[in-house]
């Protein structure tokens, strides 16, 4: 099957037309007319993930995180981006990434769905984050102990204030911080990723609501997901969150 067959099938269940206008969803790296029998999908294309693509002699890799995410000014050996580049042109594979688009039609709603939430819907105006309910309120405690257990996290950080109950989850997996007021205006908690000591601040004055901070390694559920949507061979690739806890 060529390259350009498997991207079109998955372009039908998430256009890119759905990502942000800052995101770089979409072709990264290769040719779309070669031929293709074994896809690895992932996280993160890095070193790692590129050299199981060549081991196990995959010609796509489709992953959620844009490999390309900034302008290349130079293709340099000695630099990480520069050498990734070298490593999947030498070995013919072609990379492909779906971030926002994904985001947008499937990511959120369905880490909440994994929390137990129903009635889902978008909170801001991209569509991006979702707000669900609860089947039945649990305490805010309750819930911590659940999301440790659900994406088996050591710890979790919270800013803002609790409430003794939660009925209605908001979520932005990865930095979210753009829908902090839109999401707590409508929900007992935001989850999101990704934030800074100044976001921390805004959250306190805010003086209203409590956001809980998840890692980006939450989405590794895209990889099971997208599987499904792989019409040929393919493979989950072996990562592991860039960072760790001592």
Not at 49 to 75: M, N, R
Not at 215 to 229: G, L, N, R, T
Request: hydrophobic content about 40%; glycine content about 4%; overall charge negative.
């Amino acid at each position: 099957m060529k390259i350009k067959d498997i991207l079109r099938h998955l372009e039908t269940s998430f256009p890119l037309e759905k990502q942000e206008s800052w995101d770089h969803s979409g072709l990264q790296v290769g040719n779309i007319e070669n031929e293709c029998d074994r896809v690895l999908i992932c996280l993160n294309v890095d070193q790692h993930t590129i050299q199981q693509a060549i081991d196990h002699h995959c010609q796509l890799i489709v992953s959620h995180h844009p490999f390309l995410f900034h302008p290349v000014k130079e293709i340099d050996q000695n630099t990480t981006v520069g050498h990734n580049i070298i490593q999947l042109i030498k070995h013919d594979i072609t990379v492909y990434s779906m971030h926002t688009n994904y985001d947008a039609l499937k990511m959120n709603t369905m880490l909440l769905e994994k929390m137990g939430c129903i009635n889902i819907q978008p909170v801001d105006f991209t569509g991006i984050s979702r707000v669900g309910q609860l089947k039945e309120s649990m305490a805010f405690d309750q819930l911590i102990q659940k999301l440790k257990q659900q994406f088996n996290l050591p710890y979790i950080r919270i800013c803002g204030n609790k409430p003794d109950l939660v009925h209605t989850i908001s979520l932005c997996a990865g930095s979210g911080h753009d829908y902090i007021n839109e999401a707590l205006d409508v929900s007992d908690v935001f989850i999101t990723g990704d934030l800074t000591y100044t976001h921390a601040m805004d959250i306190i004055l805010r003086k209203q609501g409590c956001v809980i901070e998840l890692p980006h390694f939450i989405e590794e559920a895209f990889k099971k997901d997208i599987q499904s949507y792989i019409l040929i061979d393919s493979i989950i690739s072996d990562e592991s969150d860039y960072f760790q806890v001592l």
